[in-house]
């Protein structure tokens, strides 16, 4: 039987400390299930995936990735991303490194710690990819065609770099939310909900304010008080043990907390039946 998946690449063999370098570019109909890592790069590598599915995971997390999305590893992270194993990925890569790098990265959509996105001139960046993996070739003119392709590749980045912000505020909401909704029993804090989403704690509060018109501290508290609620009106707990299970060491201050957002104590909320 005839098999579809192929691998087309060109790595650079000079790689010197220059401000900006290409190392590699390519695409790949990659074979079903096909896994890189896990392990680490030593330059930062764009994949653009334009058909299939797949999946990235990154000390942060794991990202089911598809069609338009576009995905970064940094240098020094160790990272896993597999082909899906019915339907592969097809994506186009560039990998590059210098010492210009990580200021012209951060100047574009992906500042802030993003991780994968769907730029809204997806075909443009692809289009861009390909003229890269086309300037390949060891002679200095194509070196320098590629850089020069590079840049046009990060400029159309930087170019929608404030729309993709817009949508990375969401995405980060969305990715704080994830794990509070999987942490709250814990003693979490804010700072640890920052790290994991990638980003400073006031940022956090930026991009909550935002998209929700809260802050983090306000959204945690409604969340562990609405987990609380349900556990009210469905269990026979107690009040301190529903305190703990909701991630507040006192029952007093989780009384108070209660009292402030519902407008009644625990203890009667949950003899009324939560109304």
């Given amino acids: 039987m005839e098999q579809d998946f192929f691998k087309y690449s060109y790595k650079i063999k000079s790689q010197e400390n220059l401000s900006l370098s290409v190392y590699n570019t390519g695409y790949q109909h990659c074979e079903a299930g096909y896994t890189w890592g896990p392990a680490t790069r030593d330059h930062y590598l764009f994949h653009l995936v334009t058909e299939g599915k797949g999946r990235l995971t990154v000390p942060e997390g794991t990202f089911d990735i598809g069609p338009g999305d576009l995905f970064l590893i940094r240098p020094g992270e160790l990272v896993t991303y597999a082909a899906d194993r019915e339907n592969p990925w097809f994506y186009w890569w560039v990998g590059f490194n210098g010492t210009e790098a990580h200021r012209l990265v951060h100047s574009t959509l992906f500042a802030g710690g993003a991780r994968v996105l769907r730029p809204e001139n997806g075909e443009e960046i692809r289009r861009r990819l390909l003229d890269i993996y086309d300037a390949r070739g060891s002679a200095a003119a194509h070196e320098a065609r590629m850089l020069g392709r590079l840049y046009l590749f990060l400029g159309e980045l930087m170019e929608c770099a404030p729309a993709a912000r817009e949508t990375t505020a969401r995405q980060y909401v969305d990715k704080a939310a994830g794990f509070i909704s999987r942490n709250f029993s814990r003693d979490i804090t804010i700072a640890d909900v920052a790290d994991f989403t990638g980003i400073s704690k006031s940022h956090l509060y930026r991009v909550f304010s935002?998209?929700?018109?809260i802050s983090?501290?306000?959204?945690?508290?409604?969340?562990?008080?609405?987990?609380a609620c349900?556990?009210?009106?469905?269990?026979?707990?107690?009040?301190?043990?529903?305190?703990?299970?909701?991630?507040f060491r006192d029952p007093l201050y989780f009384s108070r907390i209660f009292r402030r957002v519902k407008g009644t104590p625990p203890r009667d909320y949950a003899k009324n039946g939560g109304e």
Avoid: D, H, K, W
């Fill in 230 to 247: 349900a556990m009210l009106r469905g269990s026979a707990m107690s009040v301190g043990e529903v305190a703990a299970s909701c991630g």
């Fill in 210 to 213: 935002q998209e929700l018109g």
């Fill in 216 to 227: 983090p501290v306000q959204f945690l508290i409604r969340y562990r008080v609405g987990e």
